[in-house]
């Protein structure tokens, strides 16, 4: 039997505070192994295209050099590069039934631990190592664990910890903007080789595109975007579907919350989802033509489907969104395709379960399943409409089943 702690995260770059901790779980814990995992880019994170997958891998291998009881493990991706600790840590537990495995996470992880996905089988597979900060009294941190303990059954372990205020954003946008100082300063947040690595391969420097942070709650913008839109939208769209969109809206926000994806980025998405519904098939076609939008067989025996590319080009062109996941989720809104991301997810089924739909069967099932079961509740709604789509007669795009293919074996 070993004991394994676990250090998941993104490493974008991995800095010292993580090396430390990774450390302090070792000797705290009396751990033999610590595994350093980088994940693939949630999709709550935002997207840094500079640097890719292996590059952040890399670094992380050039950290740990020398640390004997430290590997850095890669595992955590699946075809569509979406990372979900429950079903790592689940396999991680399957492969190793003796061992000890404990999960290395910070306090904050600890406080938001029941909006992850599936709390109650990371639980069960790994015992929760939280890192909290010794200087500060934690009267609250032993009531959290004792709550999670009755809730999902977890098993806590408490290491005692400096604080290490050193942050992977402040380190990406010290590189950017190249301030005199900041070599020295980023000397003591990284280590050697890890600021070497950067410095070879021109990391998060040169030709950078802005770090834009997600919107999130706090953002001063989401109400003026919102307003924005709903200006626009509500003179194209006929009232009943400007109805459902807000509808889309709102369930997409609530999704987005049980699922821990950015609340107004998802209501944005299901805002501007159906936003090219004023057109006709025929006027889709033309308007894909002109645009140059490319137009698939199946798109041109049922061109009504087009309204989800022509959506997204519209939401990029006439409202100025620039959030390539939300472009993304309106594109695959109607089809669905095979590994959606989290908010392709969320719109796919807010447009499916919202409060004015009415006509579906087993909508009551599938709407209690969108935020119990959410995998689930997206393969009910897939069988569902296939089904509806072979009673009435209509052509089935292959997307669509392709996608169900894809959800039914999850
Ligand atoms: O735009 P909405 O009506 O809000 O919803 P949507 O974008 O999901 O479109 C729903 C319609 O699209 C519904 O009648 C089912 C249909 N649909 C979904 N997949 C396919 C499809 N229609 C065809 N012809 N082929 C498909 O594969
Ligand atoms: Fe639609
Ligand atoms: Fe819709």
Request: glycine share 6%; charged share 30%; with cysteine.
């Amino acid at each position: 039997m070993s004991r394994i702690g676990i250090l998941g995260g993104t490493f974008n770059p991995i800095h010292n505070g993580h090396l430390y901790i990774a450390a302090e779980a070792y000797r705290q814990l009396g751990l033999d192994e610590v595994w350093i995992m980088p994940d693939g880019i949630p999709p709550h994170k935002d997207q840094d295209d500079e640097v890719t997958r292996y590059q952040r891998i890399e670094m992380c291998e050039t950290a740990i050099h020398g640390i004997s009881y430290m590997k850095v493990i890669a595992r955590e991706l699946r075809t569509d590069g979406r990372s979900y600790s429950y079903i790592t840590l689940s396999q991680i537990r399957k492969e190793h039934p003796a061992d000890e495995l404990y999960f290395i996470i910070g306090e904050d992880s600890l406080n938001m631990f029941p909006t992850w996905v599936h709390p109650e089988l990371i639980a069960q597979a790994v015992i929760l190592a939280v890192a909290v900060r010794h200087e500060e009294e934690n009267r609250d941190i032993k009531t959290v664990c004792e709550d999670l303990r009755q809730r999902y059954g977890a098993l806590t372990a408490l290491l005692d910890t400096e604080y290490m205020d050193i942050s992977s954003t402040e380190i990406r946008n010290m590189i950017r903007y190249d301030l005199p100082g900041n070599r020295e300063k980023l000397s003591y947040m990284l280590p050697k080789s890890v600021l070497s690595y950067i410095e070879e391969h021109r990391l998060y420097s040169d030709g950078g595109i802005e770090l834009s942070p997600k919107m999130d709650i706090e953002s001063s913008d989401f109400p003026k975007i919102k307003a924005d839109i709903s200006k626009k939208l509500e003179k194209k769209l006929k009232p009943s579907r400007y109805t459902h969109t807000i509808g889309v809206a709102y369930t997409a926000a609530s999704l987005a919350m049980a699922h821990g994806y950015p609340m107004d980025v998802a209501f944005i998405a299901g805002f501007l989802h159906d936003c090219a519904k004023y057109m006709s098939p025929d006027e889709l076609l033309t308007f894909c033509e002109k645009k140059k939008i490319d137009i698939t067989d199946a798109e041109r025996r049922s061109p009504q489907l087009l309204h989800a590319k022509a959506g997204a080009y519209l939401a990029r062109h006439e409202y100025g969104i620039e959030d390539e996941d939300i472009l993304h989720a309106i594109t695959v809104h109607t089809t669905g395709m095979p590994g959606m991301s989290l908010l392709d997810e969320i719109i796919f089924t807010a447009d499916y379960i919202e409060p004015n739909r009415d006509k579906a069967k087993r909508l009551t099932e599938i709407r209690q399943a969108a935020f119990k079961d959410f995998q689930l509740a997206i393969q009910m709604i897939l069988s569902d409409t296939i089904e509806y789509l072979k009673e009435t007669g209509k052509d089935i795009d292959e997307t669509t089943y392709r996608t169900y293919e894809y959800y039914k074996k999850l």
